[in-house]
């Protein structure tokens, strides 16, 4: 089993540039495919990237592609998401998640582990 913890979250203006970070502890999180959600006030929760175990792959929501980077270093146990071009649409709660499994996932019933989420407002 793994623990997720998210960091980095805050308040930022438009156009700009925000780096989440998610540490996992326990199992390894080289033994998972990770992923990240968020979910919006009155919102369903939402894909946004997701990277395969070894991270030779990714995949991205449309409304982020080109403007979020997600990366993961296994010698570290931490997943990022690097969100630059920042909108006031991307204000929502954003989640790390961890499923056992090698592919890279964008459905949120795929994944098993969620942490508890971090905060994103973007003003205009």
């Known amino acids: 089993q793994v623990q997720l913890v998210e960091f980095g979250g805050g308040l930022v203006q438009a156009g700009d540039s925000l780096k989440l970070s998610c540490v996992a502890s326990g199992r390894a999180s080289s033994s998972y495919a990770m992923g990240w959600f968020r979910q919006a006030p009155g919102k369903e929760r939402e894909f946004v990237a997701s990277?395969?175990?070894?991270?030779?792959?990714?995949y991205y929501a449309d409304s982020v592609k080109g403007r979020f980077t997600i990366s993961r270093d296994n010698a570290k146990n931490t997943v990022q998401l690097q969100m630059n071009s920042l909108k006031p649409e991307d204000t929502a709660v954003y989640y790390c998640?961890?499923?056992?499994?090698?592919?890279?996932?964008?459905?949120?019933?795929?994944?098993?582990?969620w942490g508890q989420g971090t905060q994103v407002t973007v003003s205009s």
């Open positions: 990277i395969s175990r070894s991270g030779g792959t990714t």
């Open positions: 998640a961890a499923r056992n499994g090698v592919a890279a996932a964008t459905e949120n019933y795929r994944y098993d582990y």
